[in-house]
């Protein structure tokens, strides 16, 4: 349901409705025209007896009415017997009544009782063709005509509600476009459109206001991240040329020492994921054809040396180059593997094969910190760059998956 389109559902509901519209409309009209014409028939068959009642009055002999399909007779003993089956050989029990029955006359017959003065009542006897009373009794020529005209109606609606609704749901539809091909690390909107429907400009102008304050955090957030990660280099600059020259100095770091370059590597790790992750200017840089196995030995054998003895590290590559700009990469790559160093256990087991990188390790059993900062920061720099990114653990084994 989620899937359905709007425009769909107005028109069907819109097209239901019609229906039912059409249906009740053919019905309703019907009816009426049949209750109309057999009223019709009814007046006809009481003036035929009102005349016949003044004409008793002037003469009690006088000739009854009589022509070809009406007949008026004076009593019920004077109805013909086949006139009697109109109502099965009853009197009418009503004072004025139209009883229809089929008889083996094709013609419908219509018996009406009309109290006079005396003890003999007159009865209006009439025969009438059956396809004036239309459909339900003849050919129903006048239904046809009507549903014909009611599905044309019906059709023409349709096609104006669906040009209406296209009119309606174009700013909607301009909308989704711009949003879908919105470049979120700009937030850039332009100018908002003016709206013929007062309602689509209300819910424009809250996008627009939403989405512009977005733009203003997402900047504060770059300038913060490009402020405090440019502080954070300088002290980390010092510290390592001081271990440098300590190191040069002794030869060999002591592991206090050696700890603390250690940490101090993986601030400027942290620093510079953070830098990428403040700027903006990465679409207009060109990308370069890398080495990706290359690239993936070289980073395995810099952290070589902080692989502790809970863990083993084995690394599988095939030749692949990839077209990319290199620091993101060689960030994502140090990222992932120092993460994995610092909180996995067991067999630690990165595979690159064509532009995928997979690493797995164990889950230590007293890793109560999670996997640490260094997926969150790989995770937004994937996003960043397009990147897929995937992250699942099952069985105390911890799955990383990335492809450029």
Request: net charge neutral; charged share 20%.
């Amino acid at each position: 349901m989620n899937n359905l389109s709007l425009r769909t559902s107005f028109m069907a509901t819109a097209a239901l409705l019609l229906l039912l519209v059409v249906v009740a409309n053919l019905w309703i009209t019907n009816t009426l025209v049949n209750d109309g014409r057999l009223s019709a028939q009814e007046a006809l068959m009481r003036h035929a007896a009102e005349r016949s009642q003044q004409a008793l009055r002037l003469n009690p002999d006088a000739e009854l009415l009589n022509t070809e399909n009406l007949h008026v007779y004076r009593g019920w003993h004077s109805l013909p017997p086949t006139v009697r089956l109109i109502t099965g050989n009853q009197r009418p029990d009503d004072t004025l009544t139209m009883l229809l029955n089929d008889t083996e006359d094709p013609r419908i017959g219509a018996l009406m009782r009309y109290p006079v003065d005396g003890d003999k009542d007159l009865y209006v006897h009439l025969y009438f063709d059956p396809q004036l009373l239309g459909s339900n009794l003849g050919s129903g020529r006048l239904l046809w005509t009507q549903l014909l005209l009611n599905l044309t109606t019906f059709v023409l609606i349709l096609l104006i509600g669906w040009f209406l609704s296209a009119q309606v749901l174009k700013p909607i539809r301009a909308m989704s476009r711009q949003l879908r091909y919105l470049n979120w690390h700009d937030l850039d909107l332009g100018q908002p459109p003016r709206l013929r429907y007062r309602e689509l400009q209300t819910v424009y102008d809250a996008l627009f206001s939403s989405v512009s304050q977005l733009k203003q955090q997402q900047q504060k957030e770059a300038q913060f991240l490009r402020y405090a990660s440019h502080e954070l280099r300088s002290p980390i600059a010092v510290m390592q040329s001081s271990l440098e020259l300590e190191q040069r100095r002794h030869g060999e770091l002591t592991p206090p020492l050696q700890r603390a370059q250690d940490a101090s590597e993986e601030m400027q790790a942290v620093v510079d994921t953070l830098l990428w992750l403040g700027r903006t200017d990465h679409l207009n840089m060109t990308a370069e054809p890398i080495r990706l196995d290359q690239l993936v030995q070289t980073t395995v054998a810099s952290h070589q040396r902080i692989v502790s003895p809970r863990v083993s590290l084995r690394c599988h590559t095939s030749p692949y180059t990839l077209t990319a700009i290199r620091p993101p990469v060689q960030i994502l790559l140090n990222n992932l593997l120092r993460n994995s160093l610092e909180h996995g256990s067991g067999e630690i087991q990165l595979r690159q094969k064509d532009n995928r990188i997979t690493l797995s390790n164990g889950i230590a059993a007293n890793n109560q910190q999670g996997f640490g900062l260094g997926l969150m920061l790989v995770q937004q720099l994937a996003g960043q760059f397009g990147w897929h990114y995937h992250v699942r653990s099952e069985a105390g084994i911890h799955h990383v998956e990335v492809r450029f």
